[in-house]
Structures are given as structure tokens and as C-alpha cells.
């Protein structure tokens, strides 16, 4: 691909590292690609962040397909991951350290499965405290990492699908399709409640952005070397 490619436009499936921010992927490929081709100015952004922690795929935009970035946000999406029953974070995920644990012995490989049904279709779910979300100007991890009070307001999302698709001990493996605005992370947080006990994220995918699939995505790394093999 040329500059001049770029700059009229491209998607960009890339698939992202543990640990690294969608902030950290869009400013990385924005420099390689303006390095490359010499290009003083190019505008790149991302349709859905990912948490540090969560890997699996960004979509990209380059020049003028940033203005379909808000198109491609609002697809469905799908996740896999990890649910860790009888215990829960402060963050709902392994950002921060187990503040409390629940017992899980009368909890069944049925009460499981079965607790999925309930999260079918159009619920009300309330964001973590630790979420980007912004609340009297303050984004709420701020207020929480501060060890502030917050008032958290539930939003309506869509799951359209919920399977499990493992259980090992106390790991519940899963998939999941859904809206936009969804917090995986509080659907696992939710999940444990469902069960009477607690739980949380231990690992988290995402594998589509409506017709973008994961497994046609570049990591960074093969992205950029593709610029320098152009």
C-alpha cells in the first residue's frame, strides 16, 4: 500500500497484545505508518477499546475511514474468556488484587449452564467503577482509584448469544455476542451474584466487530513489518 493509500482510507484489523492500551496500538501504528511513507499528518483512530488486560481485535481506521469509526463501534461484538468463581476484584478482572471470597460448593455444573439464560436479550447492566466512563467530568476509575464514593447509573445492553464452552475447577470458560456499551467484565461480576456466590474476569478475547473477525487480524508486529515490505 501506498501514502496515498492511507490517507484516503483504510481499516486496519489488528490484534492486540496483552497488557498494551488500544490508546498505546492506535499511537504505535500512527507513528510507523507516518514514518514509512514520510506523511507529516495522518488521522488514525480505533472503533472499541480494549482493556489492557483483554486481547483480540482492534479495528483501525486511517484517514477518511475515521469517519466510520462510529459506524463500526456500534456492531455487534464477540468475546471469549475466563470466569474465576468464588472470588471478586475490586475492578471485576485482575487489575486489581481478590477483596473478598465466596464458597462455590453448592453450585452446579446445571446451575451453571443454567444461569447464562439470564442475561439473554435486553438487561440493565451497571459499568464497573474502575471504567473509562465519565461522570462530572472525572472518567470513573479516577474517583475509584482515589477511593471515592460513586454513583453508577445501569445502561441497557444486548446478549444475544451466552454459551459455556468449559468448566475446570473454578475456571468457566465462555463465549458471548453482544451490543454495544457491554462491560464483560461486569457480566462476570454479575454472574457470580446469579450463582449466590462471587466471581470475576480472569482472561477476555475479542474475536469479532461485526463481519471483522480476529483471524484475519495482524499483530503489530507483522503490521509494521509489512510497511517495510512494501
Known amino acids: 500500500m501506498t501514502a496515498e493509500d492511507y490517507l484516503s482510507g483504510q ?53 477518511k475511514m475515521t469517519k466510520q469509526i462510529d459506524k463500526f463501534q456500534g456492531q455487534e461484538k464477540e468475546y471469549t474468556g475466563t470466569i474465576v468463581l468464588g472470588s471478586t476484584t475490586p ?48 472518567r470513573l476509575y479516577e474517583f ?26 473454578q475456571d468457566i470458560h465462555f463465549r458471548v455476542v453482544c451490543s454495544k456499551g457491554t462491560y464483560i467484565r461486569s457480566l462476570a461480576n454479575d454472574f457470580g451474584k446469579a450463582l449466590k456466590s462471587g466471581s470475576h474476569l480472569s482472561a477476555l478475547r475479542r474475536t469479532k466487530i461485526g463481519d471483522f473477525h480476529v483471524e484475519n487480524a495482524l499483530t503489530p508486529e507483522a503490521f509494521i513489518e509489512s510497511l517495510t515490505t512494501k
Open 11 to 63: 481499516v486496519l484489523l489488528i490484534d492486540k497484545p496483552l497488557h498494551w492500551t488500544s490508546f498505546q496500538a492506535v499511537n504505535k501504528l500512527r507513528w510507523e505508518i507516518r514514518h514509512a511513507f514520510n506523511i507529516k499528518k495522518i488521522k488514525v483512530g480505533h472503533a472499541g477499546t480494549l482493556d489492557p488486560l483483554a486481547t483480540g481485535l482492534l479495528v483501525i481506521c486511517t484517514g
Open 91 to 138: 475492578s471485576y478482572d485482575l487489575e486489581t488484587d481478590i477483596n473478598k471470597t465466596f464458597p462455590t460448593d453448592h453450585i452446579t455444573e446445571k446451575d451453571i449452564r443454567d444461569a447464562t439464560q439470564g442475561f439473554i436479550g435486553e438487561i440493565e447492566q451497571y459499568p464497573p467503577v474502575f471504567s473509562a466512563i465519565k461522570k462530572d467530568g472525572k
Open 144 to 169: 475509584a482509584r482515589a477511593g471515592e464514593d460513586v454513583e453508577l447509573k445501569s445502561r441497557k445492553i444486548t446478549i444475544s448469544e451466552f454459551d459455556i464452552t468449559g468448566i475446570e475447577g
